[in-house]
């Protein structure tokens, strides 16, 4: 038998890191602590601005008390608040949480459902997600994409369900990371756009959800426009609602309410 020449040795190598369900590389279950994602969409009953000016303001300063309480409440728990209002008709303001236990979500929105404000709230979306290393960026990015998040660096963040259609997991591991490195090639440019995609499978709806962090809108409209071009697009299934979120404390949230 000829000896196997470390080029041969290194694309065999490759071949097995890009098998994402790891039936060839035995790959034990992944058991470590991830975070997990909420994007929780509000919208507000018009009947709430009927409400004497004193019981408005009162319901505003309760609901901000609570939010703000979890929002420094530390231990790996994260909060990022948006205003949607004048961007959506269906959405008010979103909350961005992130925690190492889903019960956390609960946790908190068991305080915020017994709020005053809460019985004139409703939600029409709410997508969970979690953070996971990406399969695709190696080449690129020796040390992967990080598993811990801190969302929330930019001015806007601009998010939305994705998934892609079946034929995508019918390709190749090196059909779909070409894809992929022409994705990432073409985004690089866009250095006022950060990337935060998670991971729905099995747990939500639908199978990532995509957040972009920038302070550059027209830079992101610019990426999203160039990304349409890109091979990877036909194999996207679905990626509305889109929504248009701008970072602002949640007392400045409530003003933009009533």
Known sequence: MSEQRPYEEKQTRRMVDL??????SRKAPDQTKRQFLNYAFFKLDPWFRRLPRAEIESAKAEFT???????????????RSYSLV??????D???????FDVREFQQMQRELNQTRLAGYLTQPYSFLSMQKRSIYVDRFNPEGEGVHLLPGQGNFLF?????KTRAWYDLSPQARQGMMDEHIYVSAPFTGVTLNTSYSYGIDDQEFVVAFDSNHPQEFV??????????ASMYTLRDTPMFTCVKKPVGEIMADLA
Do not use: H, K, N, S
């Open 159 to 163: 998010v939305y369900p994705f998934v």
């Open 222 to 231: 610019d990426l999203v426009q160039r990304l349409r071009f890109t091979e």
């Open 65 to 79: 008390a609570v939010t703000e309480r979890w929002g420094g409440r530390g231990e790996g728990f994260v909060l």
């Open 93 to 99: 303001f979103m909350l961005w949480r992130a925690a």
């Open 86 to 91: 004048g961007m959506r008709p269906d959405v």
């Open 19 to 24: 098998d994402p369900a790891g039936l060839i």
